[in-house]
């Protein structure tokens, strides 16, 4: 099974950027949906972005209304990874970022992901 790994997590001022990395394992996760989940203290887990396989249509992307005009998801075949670009960061975004992957078309349910990194800590101060 493919395994996941998040990087970038940290402290970060009010207004700032961040960029999030998740590696998969294997090549396997390339053919994977991949997206990003968070859960803030005393929070469920929300979701975050997503983004499709790349194929020869296009990849899909989705985001959260929260983060759609501030976030940017993007992916790499070429070292099993995927990113998520943070800027203009608000204190709400404050948590424990989650990389999933699932076989098939994005979701935003996290109960249709079936492969989990162990999560990254983002703090943003102001």
């Known amino acids: 099974q493919v395994r996941l790994t998040e990087f970038g997590g940290g402290l970060v001022q009010v207004g700032g950027s961040r960029k999030l990395s998740c590696f998969g394992s294997s090549r396997d996760v390339n053919s994977y949906t991949m997206a990003w989940f968070r859960q803030a203290p005393g929070k469920e887990r929300e979701f975050v972005a997503a983004i499709g396989k790349i194929d020869w249509s296009g990849t899909r992307r989705s985001y959260s209304d929260p983060v759609k005009d501030r976030f940017s998801i993007s992916r790499s075949t070429g070292d099993n990874s995927m990113a998520l670009q943070m800027n203009r960061l608000e204190v709400g975004d404050t948590a424990v970022y989650y990389c999933?992957?699932?076989?098939?078309?994005?979701?935003?349910?996290?109960?249709?992901?079936?492969?989990w990194g162990q999560g990254i800590q983002l703090t943003v101060s102001s």
């Open positions: 999933a992957a699932r076989p098939g078309s994005p979701t935003t349910s996290d109960h249709t992901y079936t492969t």
